[in-house]
């Protein structure tokens, strides 16, 4: 599952074919490992990888959790997840004769975000006429990105040593992500679930190649949570329902980008005017006043999408949904679950706003012109908004912390 939000999986990267090759090299000694370890280093620097650390395959009882989680069913229909079963937690089974993990750390937030971005966010949030979508979202689609530098990462390995294993996965792969980060010391697990650094907060992506040189494991580093309990407390749909343990079925991310039928009826209040995804548990945790800027132009919003407004975003037609999305993770969820996502926001606008403020009737119309030749999902979602009365028990879909 990839850092800030939940993903299908997507196809492994192979290492770059080295055009000399030579036969597999024998085993490094520990100068040597030590010497690869920096190259790899220094060229994962200059490719724009924010940190590369190491895991060994010692998961504690990582193992146990999954088992416990996905018994429970809190994957949702998330059937990927249970289909691998606990292979998940065990990452020699996917690549037998690995024996290391190189963790890559990406980070994402936007070069021109402001200084006091977590308040504008949650202003936004506070605004039900606003389209709020995950701030990962709005720029390209970080599968793309993450996926060419570890693709270059690998090659650039294979060219040095020669490995019998090498291979490059970008949330890709029934792999432990957050829990080889941390083994090899990018972070700790939040209570959120998400990987939190002190001089980075969480709003990064996770990569990994696995392999078989044994480069030296970098040692794991101690949480910093403390007491403080901000992330829970602050989920609208509470799906944080124990510290570490996030029910998707009720996560604002898995209902508006993994959930392929009707958002449950007594959710939909608490999605507020969120389209996709949900960045709350981030914007209220402490570590993030040190979250990193992404000096990549790839995150830059696109499209205004950091400043939309909910009527701005249904009237794309299906073309201009395509047009605008391409290239970006929004795409994959399709037009009819973002005309879903939108009608709920805007049935949470009809909520939030007096009963005289001039916007209730542009999206009166523009959700009654939609019911009449709309696809059976989008039609409940559709009368389920206009049933809500005006001004009426206003929700606040924000909860600042």
């Not at 890559?104 to 936004?124: I, K, N, S, V």
């Not at 389209?131 to 040095?160: C, E, P």
């Not at 939190?196 to 969480?202: V, Y």
């Amino acid at each position: 599952m990839a850092q800030a939000h939940t993903a299908r999986q997507r196809g492994a990267v192979p290492a770059d074919p080295a055009p000399d090759r030579a036969p597999p090299a024998g085993p490094l000694d520990a100068q040597q490992a030590q010497r690869l370890l920096r190259e790899i280093r220094a060229f994962a620097a200059g490719l724009g990888l924010s940190q590369i650390a190491v895991s060994d395959l010692q998961l504690g009882d990582t193992e146990r959790h999954l088992a416990r989680w996905l018994e429970q069913g809190m994957h949702g229909e998330m059937h990927y997840m249970a289909r691998h079963g606990l292979m998940r937690a065990r990452p020699a089974e996917l690549l037998p004769g690995t024996l290391r993990v190189i963790t890559a750390r990406l980070d994402y937030l936007a070069q021109d975000a402001p200084a006091g971005w977590r308040a504008t966010e949650w202003q936004r949030l506070r605004q039900p006429q606003q389209a709020v979508v995950s701030l990962y979202a709005r720029g390209r689609d970080y599968h793309r990105v993450l996926r060419h530098k570890l693709g270059q990462l690998a090659g650039f390995i294979a060219q040095r040593a020669q490995p019998r294993i090498l291979r490059a996965f970008t949330d890709s792969a029934p792999l432990p992500e957050v829990a080889l980060a941390a083994r090899s010391g990018l972070g700790w697990r939040g209570r959120h679930s998400l990987l939190l650094r002190r001089d980075a907060g969480s709003t990064f992506f996770l990569g990994e190649i696995l392999t078989d040189l044994e480069l030296p494991a970098d040692a794991p580093t101690s949480s910093h949570c403390g007491s403080c309990t901000r992330c829970l407390d602050v989920c609208p749909t509470r799906a944080i329902v124990a510290p570490y343990v996030v029910d998707a079925r009720r996560c604002i991310s898995y209902l508006t980008i993994e959930l392929d039928g009707p958002i449950p009826e007594p959710l939909r209040a608490a999605v507020g005017n969120r389209v996709y995804g949900c960045d709350d548990c981030q914007l209220a945790c402490p570590w993030n006043r040190f979250a990193r800027r992404s000096p990549l132009p790839d995150f830059l919003p696109r499209h205004g999408l950091q400043q939309a407004t909910l009527l701005q975003l249904w009237a794309w037609s299906e073309h201009e949904f395509l047009r605008r999305t391409e290239g970006s993770a929004i795409r994959r969820i399709g037009w009819q679950r973002w005309r879903r996502n939108l009608a709920v926001a805007l049935g949470n606008a009809r909520r939030g706003l007096p009963a005289s403020d001039p916007a209730q009737i542009a999206i009166q119309a523009a959700l009654h012109d939609a019911l009449c030749d709309a696809p059976a999902l989008l039609a409940e979602h559709l009368a389920w908004a206009l049933r809500q009365a005006p001004g009426a028990d206003p929700c606040d879909p924000a909860h600042s912390p």
